[in-house]
């Protein structure tokens, strides 16, 4: 991996995380995993994890310079801290290719508090 694309650490409640990896591979790696961790400075406990094998979304790095792009939301975390664990594994957890933890401010809604800042529609 040789460039890492980040479109914002600082994240406002109901928007997507984006991350651009670039790449160079010397060989094609099939069936890599993606391995997601959300922290937040609200919770003791971890916010979110998930693969990429839990969306059964498989994902082959093709040999060659290529990017692979990783969105995750909507997060609504609002007013913390917090940060985003991305490690990829070769099949069957053979080999570390990338990881990282990438520092993230979830910023607060005005007339909100609370952790979280959730959807509401409201009709007359």
């Known amino acids: 991996f040789t460039y890492v694309e980040i479109e914002s650490q600082h994240i406002t409640p109901g928007e997507t995380f984006q991350v651009t990896l670039h790449y160079s591979a010397s060989r094609s790696y099939t069936n890599v995993e993606v391995d997601m961790a959300l922290y937040s400075s609200n919770d003791a406990a971890l916010y979110y994890q998930a693969t990429n094998h839990a969306y059964n979304q498989p994902i082959d790095l093709r040999e ?8 995750v939301g909507p997060i609504q975390i609002q007013d913390a801290t917090g940060r985003l664990a991305i490690s990829i594994w070769a099949e069957e957890r053979s080999e570390v290719l990338f990881w990282w933890r990438i ?22």
Do not use: C, D, M, W
């Open 64 to 71: 060659g310079t290529h990017t692979l792009e990783i969105q």
């Open 103 to 124: 520092p993230l401010n979830f910023k607060s809604v005005p007339h909100s508090t609370g952790s979280n800042f959730l959807q509401a529609t409201y009709r007359i």
